[in-house]
């Protein structure tokens, strides 16, 4: 398996899956690639600015019909 590049692997550091999968790996193995307290801060982030931009669509109704 040839690794990747060092862009594509910095790239791959966007996707949110890479900290859960890294998680996951910590948990199982107790190993991982990232540190797992990034990897669960990065998570917690994103899930916070998820809920944020839910709540906001519940208020405005978006998508609801009359």
Do not use: C, H
Not at 16 to 32: D, H, I, K
Not at 44 to 56: E, K, N, P, R
């Amino acid at each position: 398996m040839v690794p990747l590049s060092p862009f594509w692997q910095n790239a791959s550091l966007l996707n949110p899956m890479v900290y859960m999968v890294e998680g996951l790996r910590f948990a199982m193995l107790g190993s991982s690639t990232l540190n797992p307290g990034v990897s669960l801060g990065v998570l917690s982030v994103v899930t916070a600015v998820l809920v944020a931009i839910d709540v906001q669509l519940f208020k405005r109704g978006f998508g609801l019909t009359d």
